[in-house]
C-alpha cells in the first residue's frame, strides 16, 4: 500500500530559517530546456504549531549534541494511530513527509488508539516524550533498527528501556482497515515496513527526534 507523502509551504521554511539562520535554497540555472514539476498540493503545516516551536527549541538546547540539524522528526502523539502524525521536517527545503507510528502499551492499556500517558520507567512498555538523538543501526529480533538515546529527564533511560525505530506488523496500515489502529508497541517507534528504510534513511544518525503532545 503506497504511503502518501505531504509537502508543505515555505511557512514552515521561513519559520525554521529564520530559527536557524537558514535560508532558501534556489536551484542552479542549467541548459537546455526546462521541464515544469507538478504543483505540490498545498496543505496545512504538519503538525500543531506550537508543537513544531516546541521542537525547534529541543534543536536548540541539544543542538551541541547532534551531527546534523538539516532535519528533525516530530512525534505527534496528540493524534490517534490512525493518523499519520509522524512527520520528518526538512528544515533547508521546507518540505515534509508523514507517516504511521505506533505508541507503547504502557501508554494506551485500554488499547483505544490514543496515547494517555508517557513514561519513562523500565518495564513499564510505555512511550517516552521529549528529545532524542538518533544512534546506530543494527539488526536484532525486529530487523535493521536504529538505537536512540534520550537527552532529557522524561526519557533519559530510553537507551536503557532499548527504545529504538524498527518497523513492526502492527504499525501496517492494514490494521486501520481491519481495526481502526494500530497495535502497540513496548514503547518503541514503530512504522510500517514499507516506510522503515525512508525513516532510517532520513533520520540518520546524530539527529533529533521530538516526541510530545498538545
Given at each position: 500500500m503506497m504511503k502518501r507523502r505531504h509537502f508543505i509551504t515555505a511557512g514552515l521554511l521561513s519559520v525554521t530559517s529564520a530559527a536557524y539562520g537558514l535560508g532558501s535554497r534556489s536551484q542552479a540555472a542549467s541548459g537546455g530546456p526546462k521541464r515544469i514539476a507538478a504543483r505540490p498540493k498545498i496543505i496545512t503545516p504538519a503538525g500543531p504549531p506550537s508543537l513544531i516551536e516546541r521542537a525547534k527549541a529541543a534543536m536548540a538546547t541539544h543542538q551541541s549534541s547532534l551531527?546534523?540539524?538539516?532535519r528533525i522528526g516530530i512525534a505527534d502523539y496528540s493524534l490517534h494511530s490512525a493518523k499519520e502524525r509522524f512527520h520528518i521536517l526538512d528544515l533547508a527545503s521546507g518540505t515534509s513527509q508523514s507517516f504511521?507510528?505506533?505508541?507503547?502499551?504502557?501508554?494506551d492499556l485500554r488499547h483505544t488508539g490514543w496515547l494517555q500517558k508517557f513514561s519513562n520507567v523500565p518495564g513499564s512498555e510505555a512511550t517516552s516524550g521529549g528529545s532524542y538523538i538518533t544512534s546506530e543501526t543494527y539488526t536484532g529480533k525486529h530487523g535493521t533498527s536504529r538505537r536512540l538515546i534520550g537527552l532529557d529527564p522524561?526519557?533519559?533511560m530510553a537507551a536503557a528501556r532499548a527504545i529504538v525505530i524498527h518497523g513492526a506488523w502492527y504499525a501496517e496500515p492494514e490494521m486501520i482497515s481491519a481495526h481502526g489502529k494500530l497495535?502497540?508497541?513496548?514503547?518503541?517507534?514503530?512504522?510500517?515496513?514499507?516506510?522503515?528504510?525512508?525513516i532510517l534513511d532520513r533520520l540518520g544518525e546524530g539527529r533529533l527526534l521530538y516526541a510530545d503532545r498538545v
Open positions: 551531527l546534523h540539524t538539516d504511521l507510528v505506533a505508541h507503547g502499551k504502557g501508554s522524561s526519557n533519559d497495535g502497540r508497541s513496548q514503547g518503541c517507534f514503530a512504522f510500517s515496513e514499507n516506510d522503515l528504510a525512508t
